[in-house]
């Protein structure tokens, strides 16, 4: 069974920084991604990162999120800086794995203004 554990999620000043992580298996093979939802709001993509190691990210978080990957503890990271109160949310973890969708149970980011 695929499991995604997120951690790393808390309470922030706006302009702080925050670093996201999601164990999982195999996380070199498949496509992973961070999605985050805020309350009465759809769930958006923030960042993925495929097998190959290109990325691509929201416009709303350029330039301020980094999604990486460690291979060798098989983790993903979203490194997150200049955060503000409009990147409250809960953030799930992805990975797209031979067609089906896998999700964490996510973790909750706030930035308090």
């Known amino acids: 069974q695929v499991q995604l554990v997120e951690s790393g999620g808390g309470l922030v000043q706006a302009g702080g920084s925050l670093r996201l992580s999601c164990a999982a298996s195999e996380t070199y093979i498949w496509p992973m991604g961070w999605y985050r939802q805020a309350p009465g709001k759809q769930r958006e993509l923030v960042a993925a990162?495929?097998?190959?190691?290109?990325?691509n990210y929201a416009d709303s978080v350029k330039g301020r999120f980094t999604i990486s990957r460690d291979n060798a503890k098989n983790t993903v990271y979203l490194q997150m800086n200049s955060l503000k109160p409009e990147d409250t949310a809960v953030y799930y973890c992805?990975?797209?794995?031979?067609?089906?969708?896998?999700w964490g149970k996510g973790t909750l980011v706030t930035v308090s203004s």
């Open positions: 990162i495929s097998s190959g190691g290109s990325t």
């Open positions: 992805n990975q797209f794995r031979a067609g089906i969708n896998f």
